[in-house]
């Protein structure tokens, strides 16, 4: 096969990676129930001046599966990051205790849960979308390397690979999308 093809595929096996990656972590923030202290993910604390992420200022535990504790480094950030959790809207209370911070993460109802399964499904689909936006920018470029002398038989194979490619990355997306979805439903 021609060696730009090969770097194409290649390419577009690495951007594929990557939209999961991407889809992966954006899952692990939906919350199922269960604390995790992935759900602060999303949260910067004012540090000096500059937006931190929480993970960067504290340690986050969970000492059991309906709690999340925040434990700063500087005990003048309690406020702050207090502050930070409930701007942040992810539907926790902080309960700030003067050394540490406690996030009750309350059990999910059947409606919450069905809108959690929704906001997963969105996810996935925005992963799905990207996977495919990869596949097409490839075929283009693989398209484009008829000039550079790539014969038409190798182009297909190119674009064939590439379909292979996307196949099993939209396969792989659908999996965590199952996995999230039990998770979320298993009470």
């Known amino acids: 096969m021609n060696e730009f093809i090969s770097l194409q595929l290649d390419e577009c096996k690495d951007g594929m990676a990557k939209a ?43 000492p059991d ?5 925040v434990q700063p480094w500087e005990k003048n950030l309690l406020s702050t990051i207090e502050k930070a959790i409930m701007e942040s809207n992810i539907g926790l209370n902080p309960q700030n205790d003067g050394s540490i911070i406690r996030l ?13 399964v929704k906001k997963v499904k969105e996810e996935t689909e925005k992963g799905r979308v990207a996977v495919r936006n990869i596949r097409k920018d490839s075929n283009e470029a693989i398209k484009k390397l008829k000039n550079d002398g790539a014969s038409e038989d ?11 490619l996307t196949d099993s ?19």
């Open 169 to 187: 990355f939209i396969v792989k997306v659908d999996q965590l999308a199952e996995l999230k979805e039990k998770d979320i439903m298993t009470i």
């Open 65 to 69: 599966a309906r709690t999340i504790v």
């Open 104 to 116: 009750a993460v309350p059990p999910l109802t059947e409606e919450r849960r069905r809108d959690l």
């Open 20 to 62: 999961v990656a991407h889809t992966e972590s954006e899952l692990t923030k939906i919350r199922a129930g269960k604390a995790s202290p992935g759900m602060l993910d999303g949260i910067y604390v004012d540090y000096y001046g500059t937006a931190t992420p929480l993970s960067q200022v504290s340690n986050i535990n969970t």
């Open 154 to 164: 190798e182009i297909k194979a190119g674009e064939a690979e590439v379909q292979k």
